[in-house]
């Protein structure tokens, strides 16, 4: 059965600290990884990443997907209240299919 | 351009009523998915299209879950008869495809059966 963990479940931090979300993939014909990022309404788009080592970056985000360990990471460094949020890691497989994580939960206090 | 439009954006029904949930995907996006989504189980894709086609639908929960895609800017989830751990949002998104691979979602439907 395809799967996508993420790690750890919920964060909380506080302003200015960085922190790294894990997500690790389990699927057949994997094709790209995505990062969503979820507030009250709809996931909306931070990156998706089909080859390994090459870093993706926008702003205080950057992210890297590991082909052969089967993960990626999401940092963000200096982070604000407006980070708060559920971060969703997917994987697209072969035939458009996309195969969710349970998601991050972060929370960044002032 | 206006994105994925779902509607209605919330709906509270009695158990046993029929729930018709709409898309419209952006237009140009081959393919179209439901999904949802609750505290307990996350994401779930229920189904989704290419080319108004169903591709998959081995997420249907059961035969009380139908989808219908008629034409590339219209498709429907109907629930009949609802039940209660029927509540959830759902979500409908549209990706082109051969695209990024990005989905676009819809800002989603808060299904409440009481």
């Known amino acids: 059965e395809d799967k996508v963990v993420q790690s750890p479940l919920s964060l909380v931090v506080h302003e200015g600290d960085t922190v790294t979300l894990n997500c690790s993939y389990e699927?057949?014909?994997?094709?790209?990884l995505l990062w969503y990022k979820q507030e009250k309404k709809a996931p909306t788009f931070l990156f998706m990443l089909?080859?390994?080592?090459i870093e993706k970056k926008s702003g205080r985000l950057s992210s890297i997907l590991d082909k052969k360990e089967l993960f990626s990471i999401l940092n963000i460094t200096a982070t604000q209240t407006g980070d708060s949020a559920v971060y969703l890691c997917?994987?697209?497989?072969?035939?458009?299919?996309?195969?969710f994580g349970p998601g991050t939960r972060l929370s960044v206090l002032p | 351009d206006a994105g994925v439009i779902q509607s209605p954006r919330h709906e509270v029904t009695e158990m046993g009523q029929e729930v018709t949930l709409r898309c419209k995907p952006i237009?140009?996006?081959?393919?179209l998915f439901w999904y949802r989504q609750t505290m307990m189980r996350g994401l779930e894709l229920l189904i989704y299209?290419?080319?108004?086609?169903?591709?998959?639908d081995s997420g249907m929960p059961e035969d009380r879950f139908s989808a219908k895609m008629p034409n590339a800017s219209f498709s429907t989830l109907k629930i009949q008869p609802s039940e209660p751990r029927d509540s959830a949002v759902y979500f409908c998104?549209?990706?082109?495809?051969?695209?990024?691979?990005?989905?676009?979602f819809g800002e989603g439907s808060r299904l409440t059966v009481l």
């Open positions: 998104a549209s990706s082109p495809t051969g695209g990024t691979g990005e989905l676009f």
């Open positions: 699927v057949t014909n994997f094709r790209s």
């Open positions: 299209f290419n080319n108004n086609v169903p591709i998959d």
């Open positions: 089909t080859s390994s080592g």
């Open positions: 237009s140009g996006h081959n393919s």
């Open positions: 997917a994987a697209r497989l072969g035939g458009q299919n996309f195969v």
